[in-house]
C-alpha cells in the first residue's frame, strides 16, 4: 500500500498541506510521510478524538503549547543510538550525550503535559537514565565521563594536572583514557534495561509533534472534524485550501461548494473556467486528508472510507510510454472498472472523460462509463461538456456565469467574481452553453464571433 510520500506528488493540493504542517521535527515528519491511509473507521475515529483533545489543549493551554513547541524543535533523530543500547555495543561520547538530552527533554514534556492535565502521552519515567548520565544534576545538555564515576579516575585526574613530568602525565593520561572506556561499557550495561523505555518514549514525542501540527492546521485552516459514514459522502461548504488562500492574498474571496454523493455515478456539467475541475481536486484532497487522520476542509463533512481513490485530470500524452492522451486516458479507466468489478470500494473523479476523441464517440464512451459505474455501485464524479448523456445518473450543473452581473470592467484576472459555482440538480442531459458569452465579454474578434453564432 502506497504511503503519504507517494501521494504528494498524485494529489492536488496535497503538496501544499506538506509544505505548511507545522512538524518541528525530522521524526514527527518521517511519520507523517510513511504514513498509510487508514480504512478502519474505529482507527481513524480514535484519531479524530485525539486531535479534537489536543485542540482543545491548543485553546485552554496557550504557554504549554509554546513550551511543548520549543522542546519538539530539539528532538532528534537518535534511533541508531537506540539500537547500539539494545545490543550493548559500548556507546561512546556523542551517543550517551544524544540519550541524555532525549531524556532531559522526555522528562520536560512529561511533566509539561502532566501539568496540562493531558490525557494522551504516556511516556516512561525516565528519570534513573537522567541520574546516570548527570551525576553532578546539572540538568545541562551536555556529556563527558564525569570523575564521580570512577574513585581512582578522579585521583588519576588530579595527578595529571599536578604533574610537570611530561612523560608520567603521558603515562596517566593513558591509564585515564583506559578507566574512561571501561566506565562507557559501565553506563551502556547500566542503560541497556531503560531501551525499549526510551524507544517507546521517541516514537510516543514524535507522534505528539505531528499530532499537534495536524491539530493547529486544523485551527489555522478553519477544517473540520469528518464524521465517519457507511452510506454516503456528504460536504457542506467544501474548499480548496491553496486555491482559497492564493485569492484571500489578491483581495478575493473562494466560493465553497455543497455536496452529497452516494455509491453511484454523479454527472457534473458546466462551461469552462466553471469550477468542475476544482471540484474534483477538493474531493480528491479531501478524501486523502480523512484518510491520514487530518481535519478536512470543509464546514461540515460526512465521508465513507474508500480502498482506491482515481482522480483522472489533465492526462497528457505519456511520450515515454509512446501513448496517446487518449490511450492514457483508457488505461485510467480500465484501472477504474477492474477495481470496481474486484469489490474493492473505489472514489472515481474523473474530469472530462473521451475529450480528446470526436464528440459522437465521446458520448457513447461517456454513457457506457456511466452505466459501469451505477452498475458496480461505484461513488464516482465525471464532469462533461457533452449534452445528451442519456445514462441513468445524478445530474448536477455549475450555476455559471451571473449575466445580470456582468459589467464592462470584466478581466480574465475577475471573472471568478462573476461566477457562481454552486451546485444546482438538473434532469436535463444537455450542458449549459455559455462558451459564446464568455468569448464576448473577453472581446473576441467579431467576425469570428459571428460565424460562430
Not at 140 to 153: G, K, P, R
Not at 205 to 218: G, R, S, V
Not at 357 to 385: C, D, W
Not at 415 to 431: A, H, P, W
Amino acid at each position: 500500500m502506497k504511503q503519504f510520500k507517494h501521494f504528494i506528488t498524485e494529489v492536488s493540493g496535497l503538496q501544499y498541506v506538506y509544505d505548511n504542517v507545522k512538524v518541528c521535527s525530522s521524526l514527527g515528519k518521517g511519520l507523517l510521510l510513511h504514513q498509510l491511509p487508514c480504512t478502519k473507521p474505529e482507527l481513524l475515529r480514535e484519531e479524530f478524538d485525539k486531535t479534537e483533545r489536543h485542540i482543545h489543549f491548543l485553546q485552554q493551554y496557550p504557554d504549554a503549547v509554546r513550551n511543548l513547541v520549543g522542546a519538539l524543535h530539539t528532538l532528534n533523530d537518535i534511533r541508531q543510538t537506540i539500537l547500539n543500547l539494545r545490543y550493548l555495543r559500548v556507546l561512546d561520547d556523542i551517543e550517551l550525550y544524544e540519550i541524555k538530552k532525549f531524556a532531559l527533554n522526555s522528562q520536560y514534556i512529561l511533566r509539561l503535559m502532566q501539568e496540562s492535565e493531558y490525557e494522551d502521552l504516556h511516556l516512561h519515567d525516565l528519570s534513573k537514565v537522567v541520574q546516570t548520565l548527570d551525576p553532578e544534576g546539572s540538568r545541562i545538555a551536555h556529556f563527558y565521563i564525569y570523575s564521580v564515576y570512577d574513585e581512582e579516575l578522579a585521583e588519576l585526574r588530579k595527578q595529571i594536572q599536578n604533574t610537570e613530568d611530561a612523560e608520567q602525565r603521558e603515562e596517566m593520561t593513558y591509564k585515564a583514557l583506559q578507566i574512561e572506556d571501561r566506565v562507557r561499557q559501565k553506563l551502556t550495561e547500566i542503560l541497556h534495561p531503560y531501551w525499549k523505555s526510551i524507544e517507546e518514549n521517541l516514537h510516543q514525542i514524535a507522534e505528539l509533534d505531528l499530532l499537534n501540527a495536524k491539530a493547529q492546521m486544523a485551527v489555522e485552516w478553519g477544517l473540520c472534524r469528518p464524521v465517519i459514514s457507511e452510506t454516503r459522502t456528504s460536504y457542506t461548504g467544501l474548499f480548496q485550501p491553496e486555491v482559497k488562500h492564493l485569492l484571500e492574498e489578491r483581495g478575493e474571496t473562494f466560493q465553497p461548494v455543497n455536496l452529497e454523493l452516494r455509491p453511484e455515478p454523479c454527472l457534473i456539467t458546466g462551461a469552462n473556467m466553471s469550477g468542475k475541475t476544482v471540484v474534483l481536486k477538493s474531493l480528491c484532497l479531501a478524501q486523502h486528508l480523512f484518510q491520514f487522520g487530518f481535519f478536512v476542509p470543509a464546514e461540515a463533512a460526512e465521508i465513507m472510507l474508500m480502498d482506491e481513490v482515481f482522480c483522472i485530470i489533465e492526462d497528457a500524452q505519456s511520450e515515454k510510454h509512446g501513448l496517446s492522451s487518449f490511450a492514457v486516458e483508457v488505461l485510467n479507466i480500465n484501472r477504474i472498472i477492474e477495481s470496481a468489478k474486484s469489490g474493492r470500494r473505489v472514489l472515481a473523479l474523473v474530469d472530462e472523460l473521451a475529450r480528446t476523441t470526436n464528440p459522437e464517440e465521446g458520448k457513447r464512451i461517456v454513457n457506457a462509463f456511466v452505466l459501469m459505474m451505477q452498475k458496480y455501485g461505484v461513488m464516482s464524479v465525471i464532469t462533461t461538456h457533452y449534452g445528451g448523456v442519456a445514462a441513468k445518473c445524478r445530474r448536477l450543473r455549475v450555476n455559471g456565469l451571473r449575466v445580470d452581473q456582468v459589467t464592462d470592467g470584466i478581466t480574465p484576472g475577475n471573472l471568478s467574481r462573476y461566477m457562481d459555482y454552486t451546485l444546482v440538480e438538473t434532469t436535463s442531459d444537455e450542458v449549459p452553453e455559455e462558451a459564446l458569452r464568455i468569448a464576448e465579454i473577453f472581446h473576441a474578434d467579431e467576425e469570428f464571433l459571428e460565424l460562430a453564432r
